[in-house]
């Protein structure tokens, strides 16, 4: 009903009750469920008493107080400044009264993207929520999912599929590793496929920036766009939309960006849409002429996703972004007031002095058990430990009371180990892991009724955080990612381990039930930092591809934003440790990037390819030229392709050309130089190949957060001035290293600019051979000519008397 009236506002150009009732319409019903009045706990036999005398709904006050658009805006200006909120919901469908959840979720219908809080680019004006509308993602008729939202809600089941296959026909042609990598496929074409239906909005996902240098360069491009908008008359509503996308230009390509100028939001005239186009280019060219780093130096994103969309990994939009999800406003809204007055700078802070896991309560998990065993008796010998049996009601409600950190290791939620209207009854006050199968996922309880998840509970009893999974988890990968993730936030409690780092643990080893680790790496590249950021480690475990797709994309954060201040104990924490786990039978190896410079002489005729393996998440650089064409012309052709045969690039007779494509999943691809159409000339082609990941080269934690440093000992100082010397010699190096590569580059232009004057040096020579042979032909006949005139007895003579 709410989107309904919603969409009908819309259609009524009433865009304030268009954002009011589609915000009231995520967990309408639930607001009730879970209000404070629902949490009260009543005597049954008071109830039984009431309900027979018929007078048991008298007296009573509504649970909840009904929402208008004023308190709507109170709610969201309560919400710190350092924070983005973003709703995600899903229009209206008339179809919808007869539809099933399954039908619903697979609906094509369009997306609302509603903004509540943001880097406000009209300091001054009152900021009111913008509404986006955005068309349903296009079909793709050849894909195996054409429908979007058919696509994503599938996910969940393939990958249950992938790793227990039921049907033994396919278990029979297609081996586990086969099914894995399907899901993998699938979940980054859904990845990518979010990413271009969004367009220039993904650019929404970006949080406020924190460093003062993007600051700067953010009020610079506010002001360029002001003036623009003021001289054009352009609204406050569509300044700010600009605005706010072009924050990051760098993130968008040109077609992105006239997509913005043209979209229905701003309805501009075509010589307006040209202009702003044109500005956004040349902010583009001026203001982002370096690199960005890859992880993004930003505040949190708090994004409130509608139950028929919370099984995409919006996460992965930007996914180093510090990103985490509610299920309503409301629900956002009520645990800020909760927990305001421990909220500071936009973070939770949480000192994690009393720590209890749970691992195997359903004891069935033994490998799983003995390796997280040796793990917390290894690292944190301090937290207590509930092994290898369930934990009874009151026990886990004791524990979800009075600890700072719950970690939970088995199946599910947790959640069948206490009823959820018992959690209901409690307040929570401690950060709660879920390394369990589809622990924060959503599930109807009936064909039509509102989707319920384990998280929801939680937040109601005011839990400030919960990490959870959208889907099913495999053991050996989430104990890695666990370990991973509270072992880089919660230093360790053994002293033996106080300088050793935990992603230097020899994950083979660890596999097979042995606790050692690797020697460290001064040179290994520090792919998660050590950091009190529960969110930041978040976003980095999201790039760490050592870990299947499957288990970085599934853990979601449901809290307000997080920052963890960590135990006063005599142990010592250096801030940042360089992070390289094994998976399986690999050994521990640094992400480097593959570089290779060649020169090649392609010979008529022929096509000439090289083949390069490449992991999901790098990005294939090539550029090529060619240096010499023997005598013809200075071409060739080009074709980047899959080892399947699938054309990625082609180029027909080109001279030099520079190709960047992000490799979406793993495989081989080729690279072929063709000079079929030539039957003479053999072309020499130089070609330089980088393979890596964008932003390989992290900077440190900039001296913004010096604040983090309180309460460091002298040594652990040291460490870090140590680590960011480290840091400084590196970038040196990777300067050096680029350096190379231009002076690589310029060498073979000059190489070629040499050919090209040899080659005109050496046509130049024959065609003044010819001409002085010519000259010499002429002259001698001409002195034949004359003579002969003067000679009557000559045969010319008498030839030429005869003419």
């Given amino acids: ?63 909840t107080t009904p929402i208008d658009y004023d308190d709507l805006c109170k709610r969201c200006n309560e919400l710190p400044n350092e924070w983005t909120v973003i709703q995600i ?53 050849g894909a195996k999912y054409p429908n979007y939202f058919e696509h994503i ?142 992880r993004l130096n930003c505040y949190p994103v708090v994004l409130i996703v509608d139950e028929l969309l919370d099984v995409m990994p919006w996460e992965m939009v930007h996914p180093t972004a510090e990103v985490c999800r509610f299920a309503s406003l409301s629900t956002l809204s009520e645990l800020y007031r909760a927990h305001a007055t421990r909220i500071k700078n936009g973070y939770f802070t949480l000192a994690a002095k009393k720590c209890f896991t749970i691992i195997n309560p359903d004891k069935n998990l033994d490998k799983m058990s003995a390796r997280l065993q040796m793990y917390y008796n290894e690292w944190y010998p301090d937290f207590e430990l509930l092994i290898d049996q369930p934990p009874k009601e009151s026990e886990f409600g004791d524990v979800l009371n009075t600890s700072d950190v719950l970690i939970y290791n088995g199946h599910g939620s947790g959640l069948q180990f206490m009823n959820g209207e018992t959690m209901l009854q409690r307040d929570i006050n401690c950060v709660t892991f879920l390394f369990g199968c589809d622990s924060v996922r959503l599930y109807s309880n009936g064909l039509f009724t509102e989707m319920t998840g384990t998280h929801m509970y939680y937040n109601a009893a005011h839990c400030p955080t919960v990490i959870g999974a959208l889907w099913v988890l495999t053991d050996l990968f989430t104990d890695i990612y666990s370990m991973l993730l509270v072992g880089n936030w919660i230093p360790s409690t053994n002293p033996a381990y106080a300088k050793q780092n935990i992603a230097s643990l020899d994950t083979v080893a660890f596999k097979a039930g042995k606790w050692q680790f690797n020697k460290q790496s001064s040179s290994a590249k520090l792919s998660v930092r050590k950091h009190s950021n529960l969110l930041r480690l978040m976003g980095d475990c999201r790039l760490f591809y050592q870990l299947p797709q499957r288990i970085r994309c599934a853990l979601a954060a449901s809290p307000p934003p997080r920052y963890s201040t960590h135990p006063c104990r005599a142990t010592t924490w250096q801030w940042s440790y360089p992070l390289l786990l094994t998976l399986l039978q690999l050994s521990i190896v640094g992400v480097s990037a593959l570089q290779k410079e060649l020169t090649i002489n392609v010979a008529p005729g022929n096509v000439d390819c090289f083949f390069e393996s490449a992991k999901a998440g790098q990005t294939i650089d090539i550029e090529y030229q060619v240096i010499d064409g023997g005598h013809g012309d200075l071409d060739i052709s080009f074709e980047l392709a899959e080892a399947t045969g ?70 652990e100082f040291y460490d870090m001035k140590v680590q960011d010397m480290e840091d400084a010699i590196k970038r040196v190096r990777n300067n050096l290293t680029k350096a190379r590569q231009l002076q690589d580059v310029l060498r073979s232009h000059e190489a070629r600019d040499r050919n090209v004057a040899e080659e005109n040096y050496f046509k130049v020579n024959v065609w003044s051979f010819f001409q002085i042979l010519v000259m010499v032909a002429v002259g001698t006949l001409q002195v034949f000519m004359v003579k002969s005139l003067f000679d009557v007895d000559s045969r010319a003579y008498k030839l030429l008397t005869k003419l």
């Fill in 1 to 63: 009903e709410y989107k309904l009236r919603a969409t009908v506002a819309l259609d009524e150009g009433n865009t304030r009750n268009a954002i009011l009732y589609q915000t009231k319409s995520l967990c309408a019903s639930k607001q009730q469920k879970y209000s404070q009045a629902s949490r009260q706990c009543g005597d049954l036999e008071d109830l039984i008493r009431k309900v027979i005398k018929g007078d048991a709904n008298k007296g009573q006050q509504p649970s």
């Fill in 89 to 141: 919901a899903k229009e209206y469908t008339p179809l919808a009264t007869t539809m099933v959840h399954e039908e619903l979720l697979r609906e094509s219908t369009p997306i609302w993207l509603t903004v509540f809080r943001c880097s406000d680019p009209c300091e001054g004006a009152p900021f009111e929520p913008i509404l986006i509308p955005l068309d349903a993602p296009a079909s793709r008729p």
């Fill in 153 to 294: 809600t599938s996910i969940p089941a393939e990958v249950r599929n992938g790793i227990v296959s039921t049907n033994e026909s396919a278990a029979a042609s297609e081996t586990l590793a086969d099914r894995l990598e399907a899901v993998e496929q699938q979940i980054s074409s859904a990845v990518q496929r979010t990413i271009e239906w969004l367009g220039p909005w993904a650019n929404l996902f970006v949080g406020k920036f924190r460093s003062p240098k993007d600051q700067k360069l953010e009020s610079e491009i506010y002001n360029a766009i002001e003036e623009f908008c003021v001289h054009n008359r352009i609204s406050r509503s569509g300044q700010r939309l600009v605005s706010l996308v072009a924050r990051r230009l760098d993130l968008l390509d040109e077609y992105q960006l006239f997509e913005l100028c043209a979209c229905e939001q701003l309805d501009l005239e075509d010589a307006k849409v040209d202009a702003l186009y044109t500005l956004l280019v040349s902010l583009k060219r001026t203001k982002f002429r370096e690199a960005k780093d890859e």
């Fill in 646 to 715: 699938r054309t990625i690039f082609a180029d027909y007779k080109k001279s030099d050309n520079i190709h960047q494509f992000p490799v979406p999943y793993d495989g081989e691809y080729k690279f072929c130089f063709d000079n079929g159409f030539s039957r003479s000339n053999s072309k020499t082609v130089f070609f330089e190949l980088i393979i890596g990941r964008e932003g390989d080269q992290d900077d440190p934690a900039g001296w913004s957060d010096i604040d983090l440093l309180d309460g460091l000992t002298p040594e």
